[in-house]
């Protein structure tokens, strides 16, 4: 249980991409070269091989290592979140003990999708997972839209009580509040802004790849914030043209960091998306 005033691992966290060679390869220079990129322009922290990281298509050792990586190679006050939720407690509770003993400093864990468990099942899911972070904090991780279950504020709540659930990544811009327990982190990038005027911990994020700098100012320049927001508004619509992370990974490459594309199901950005999400680089002040 925290204060949602206090943010130990950061207020901007980017949600990491996992850059890919040319066949597909998890491109692990690429991969701390982007590290090391976002952690010197604005981000506090990194979360590792979430949805951005596109870890349904890693393998448990390929995801590992990643975070093995993030955290060897990250600068001295940095933090690594790991993700390590799963639909199966076992499994999750498993990559958990694994991201802890690897270094972590705290575990992302998403609802468990497909399942539909109850409400008693969540609250068991999470227990165990808790226990199997052995002190670290757990933030729980609420996004309905791909998961098809809602944790509800009242829900969230409840978790709070439990020792070592912390926070919450929030989602759900409907649901999006402080709640007793939990710091709160916007979820999405358009409601960051929203979300540090609530009195939130800040947000795991996926603009702060490209306009970390900005996004940061929005913390540290609270009077500045609407005006900062308003500005990158054409980024945050742009990096939502299609299926995250697709759109993050044109921008990048798009300005030169060359992350690659992505593993089916998902596909590059055609010409079309890749424009859109030129114009938003470009509206921000972020591309010629």
Do not use: W
């Amino acid at each position: 249980m925290t204060d949602s005033s206090e943010a130990p691992l950061g207020a901007v966290l980017t949600a990491l991409v996992t850059p890919f060679d040319d066949g597909l390869r998890v491109d692990e220079q690429g991969f701390v070269s982007l590290l090391r990129h976002v952690l010197a322009n604005g981000s506090d922290g990194v979360v590792v091989a979430a949805t951005t990281g596109e870890p349904a298509t890693l393998s448990n050792a390929e995801h590992l290592r990643l975070i093995e990586l993030a955290c060897a190679e990250r600068p001295d006050g940095a933090s690594v979140i790991a993700s390590t939720g799963s639909n199966d407690t076992a499994q999750a509770c498993a990559m958990t003990e694994r991201a802890v003993e690897l270094g972590a400093d705290a575990v992302l864990s998403v609802a468990p999708y497909y399942n539909r468990p109850n409400r008693r099942g969540l609250v068991r899911h999470y227990t165990e997972i808790a226990k199997a972070a052995s002190g670290k904090p757990v933030v729980l991780y609420n996004v309905p839209t791909r998961t098809g279950i809602d944790l509800s504020n009242d829900l969230l709540a409840e978790l709070g009580q439990v020792e070592h659930i912390d926070y919450v990544k929030q989602a759900n811009n409907d649901n999006l509040a402080l709640v007793d327990g939990l710091g709160l982190y916007a979820g999405n990038d358009d409601v960051l802004a929203r979300t540090l005027d609530l009195g939130g911990c800040g947000g795991i994020l996926v603009a702060s790849h490209v306009a970390g700098p900005l996004m940061r100012r929005m913390v540290d320049e609270p009077d500045r914030r609407a005006e900062i927001d308003a500005r990158l508004r054409p980024l945050y619509e742009a990096l939502s043209v299609t299926t995250n992370p697709i759109p993050i990974k044109a921008a990048l490459n798009l300005l030169g960091h060359h992350v690659g594309g992505s593993r089916l199901p998902l596909v590059e950005a055609d010409h079309a998306e890749t424009e859109v999400v030129r114009q938003g680089l470009v509206a921000a002040g972020l591309l010629q």
